[in-house]
């Protein structure tokens, strides 16, 4: 699993600060602040991420997508659970995919593995095959609110 101190340093802050995301480190021995699932995984609260070196990059990622995917009323009071329905979270998974291969030292066959590897779930049996195969909705949610342009290119917006 691809970790936050595989990546290069300052390789989130890099991707995640056109969406004015700040990235904050913990120590291993810490609690990350905001952190949904606990353990090692990404916190966030309204808009700083929350990781540790430990801390799995699709989770970094996830947290930081659920940011830009959330409403301006929701990302204000941001504090640990995103929420959001089915088709945000669908649009979270997919927009995490396409900035791992923006992000400095992953990719997104990385992310692909990763999310099979901490049991993300899918119809189609896997990520690379839900992403190639069945996730025509998620891209559609990201292009109709403006955060992926019909390339499957992120524009840097969050959602207005």
Not at 62 to 85: F, K, M, Q, S
Not at 97 to 107: D, F, P, Q, R, T
Request: charged share 20%; with cysteine; glycine share 6%.
């Amino acid at each position: 699993m691809l970790t936050v101190a595989n990546l290069p340093a300052q390789a989130l802050q890099n991707l995640l600060h056109i969406y004015s995301i700040q990235v904050k480190s913990v120590a291993n021995s810490e609690t990350i602040p905001g952190s949904f699932w606990g353990d090692s995984e990404a916190g966030l609260i309204k808009n700083t991420l929350y990781v540790r070196p430990e801390t799995p990059v699709h989770s970094a990622l996830h947290e930081a997508c659920h940011y830009i995917c959330l409403d301006p009323v929701r990302r204000n009071n941001l504090d640990t659970d995103a929420g959001g329905d089915y088709d945000e979270e669908n649009a979270v998974c997919y927009l995490q995919i396409l900035l791992a291969s923006k992000l400095s030292g992953c990719s997104a066959d990385i992310i692909l593995r990763d999310m099979d590897s901490w049991g993300y779930t899918f119809r189609l049996g896997s990520a690379l095959a839900w992403f190639q195969n069945d996730a025509e909705d998620a891209q559609q949610w990201l292009v109709k609110e403006q955060l992926i342009d019909q390339n499957n290119i992120p524009t840097g917006r969050l959602r207005t």
